[in-house]
């Protein structure tokens, strides 16, 4: 994911919690489907079948058949079940990633707009060469090498998602490092490092979030695009990306088995892009990232 | 002027070399693949030392890294482990299929996103303007490789219009190209949208209305051309982000370039074309920037004024 544009915001950081009582509607459908997979992923295990449990007998049914709402594929798998359980695995991967993500790249952002140099000048030419190599052809000839565990998938998938972090974070700090605050916290005896946790870290908290929300769809993306190629998440642990896979052999007789994992992914991911908007929107920053 | 494209150009190289680097380290990082194959009646004891020394496993990390660099500069990938063609010739001939889809891909998307994001600037904020916008936002969430799967249920199978696969015939690049392209769209809309109303704002557009041009012929004629050459440098930046969405599509319908190679060398271990694709991809990328540089200059007479 990299940053394509950054507006900060206009006016003073402590006019803007209160500036709009009302959530902006992006905001509101998009935490409506982030509940809704959530109460899906937490009750699949008690109410639905195991997703692995094959059974030949109960193989392609149909959607809407008798105990099994979203139909079975070619070896019997419920599909609910599969989804509900891709969701908890996803969402794990997702915000593992995130999180280290944002926490290295915060702080390499922080330091590299603060200290300036070389430090920042060999961060930048990092940016250039995370730009001109693919993701998702650096993840998949990882892959060859590295064996493909969850732990590895998440450590793949957080070595080029900092780099945005570090970058509008860079840009922050460069801004807020001239501010006359920084310079009395300076001449009042605040170390550097106080300096940085202190005033440059909350500067650029509004940037960070929106930027967290909107990578959580581009990650799951990213992990079921590997799974779907068979070399991410594997059975045991479930994917909606291994499932399209599956169905893709039995395109024709069973579209349920790619259609569904499908449209639930694509309503997370619109859901990470709508909270994204709407936090930016709330906190008056924009974040603008592509990337696949 | 030249001093500009210099600096890039040694940027260029630097980031090669990093590509190289990665690559390099990708694929020894982790041991030696001839290990892996174990040893017993296939591969006696003798064998798999001579099968380590003829690749050079024996020998220092830094030693093999001058190694790889000088054969690279010579332009020697190795052999592929599983044909017998020779890394770089298996690569060159993907990387232009690749290009050729995204080329297509690219063109079909801005042919849709053009008009829409210049009608979205001049009816902007009426209500069929926020229809567009956010029917953009939830096509945007679309996973590509999903709606080629999709495509190929409804075109493929079912109405039997398109091949599923790319089988040679010029119309197999028809439903990758729409897999790609819907989901650009979207960005590319975005994109031209924000950079029109940037421009919008300078003083030349208002003096311009108020000497009574209509909005459509200002945004057409005098917007448009100043919008251009940062969405050029974007498009040239973002060639990564283009290349990630088409590797997955390409393994869908087999579509014989970069992706489809990647991951048919992933599954098979075949080291040397995946540190060619690396590397080389990098390459190509560096290419395209520097050409953006150009045409950035040929489209901005400022530029080339202020002798960057």
């Known amino acids: 994911m990299s940053v394509t544009s950054i507006r900060l915001p206009g006016r003073a950081r402590g006019a803007l919690s209160a500036r709009r009582r009302r959530w902006p509607t992006s905001l509101v459908v998009g935490v409506a489907i982030v509940v809704a997979a959530a109460v899906l992923a937490l009750l699949g295990p008690l109410l639905l079948p195991d997703p692995n449990h094959q059974d030949l007998l109960t193989a392609a049914l149909p959607p809407l058949s008798a105990g099994h709402p979203l139909g079975t594929d070619a070896l019997g798998r419920d599909v609910l079940a599969w989804i509900a359980s891709s969701i908890r695995i996803s969402a794990l991967v997702a915000v593992s990633v995130v999180t280290v993500a944002a926490l290295v790249g915060v702080a390499v952002g922080l330091l590299a707009g603060y200290v300036g140099g070389a430090f920042d000048a060999l961060l930048m030419r990092l940016v250039d060469l995370q730009l001109a190599i693919p993701p998702l052809l650096l993840f998949i000839c990882a892959a060859s090498v590295v064996g493909r565990s969850l732990l590895v998938i998440i450590v793949l998938l957080a070595i080029p998602s900092w780099v945005p972090y570090a970058r509008v974070v860079r840009t922050r700090v460069l801004v807020e490092r001239e501010r006359a605050s920084v310079a009395a916290a300076r001449l009042a005896g605040a170390s550097h490092l106080g300096v940085l946790v202190r005033e440059l870290l909350p500067a650029t908290r509004s940037l960070v979030i929106v930027l967290a929300s909107l990578q959580l769809g581009w990650i799951l993306l990213w992990e079921t695009a590997l799974s779907f190629v068979g070399i991410g998440v594997h059975p045991p642990s479930t994917s909606f990306g291994y499932m399209i896979a599956q169905g893709r052999d039995a395109l024709a007789q069973q579209w349920w088995v790619v259609a569904f994992p499908g449209l639930v992914l694509a309503l997370l991911v619109l859901a990470s892009n709508l909270i994204g908007d709407g936090l930016g929107e709330q906190l008056d920053v924009e974040v603008e990232v592509t990337d696949a | ?308």
């Open chain 2, 1 to 308: 002027m030249t001093r500009y494209l210099l600096t890039r150009l040694a940027q260029g190289v630097a980031v090669v070399l990093g590509a190289v680097a990665i690559s390099f380290l990708l694929v020894n990082a982790v041991g030696n693949p001839v290990d892996a194959l174990g040893t017993g009646a296939q591969l006696t004891e003798r064998a798999h030392r001579e099968l380590i020394h003829q690749y050079g496993y024996d020998q220092p990390l830094p030693a093999r890294f001058a190694d790889y660099l000088s054969r690279l500069l010579r332009g020697d990938f190795g052999t592929s482990f599983r044909s017998e063609d020779s890394a770089l010739a298996l690569v060159l001939r993907a990387l232009p299929n690749t290009f050729l889809l995204i080329l297509v891909s690219v063109v079909l998307a801005w042919l849709i996103a053009a008009p829409v994001a210049i009608r979205s600037v001049l009816k902007r904020d009426s209500r069929s303007d926020r229809v567009v916008r956010n029917g953009l936002v939830v096509i945007q969430g679309v996973p590509d490789f999903w709606l080629a799967l999709l495509l190929v249920i409804v075109f493929a199978v079912t109405l039997g219009w398109l091949p599923a696969i790319a089988d040679g015939s010029p119309s197999a690049i028809v439903l990758p190209m729409c897999a790609i392209a819907l989901p650009l769209v979207s960005t590319f809309v975005r994109m031209l949208r924000s950079q029109l109303l940037e421009v919008m704002t300078s003083d030349f557009v208002i003096a311009m209305s108020v000497r009574g041009l209509s909005m459509r012929k200002i945004v057409l004629r005098h917007v448009l051309p100043n919008a251009l050459p940062p969405i050029v440098t974007f498009m040239a930046l973002q060639l990564g982000w283009l290349l990630g969405g088409t590797l997955i599509v390409e393994t869908v319908f087999g579509w014989p370039g970069i992706g489809d190679l990647a991951v048919t060398a992933t599954t098979q271990t075949d080291l040397p074309v995946v540190e060619a694709a690396i590397v080389l991809t990098a390459a190509a990328y560096v290419l395209c920037n520097l050409l953006a540089d150009l045409l950035v200059v040929a489209l901005d007479p400022r530029i080339r004024v202020a002798g960057r």
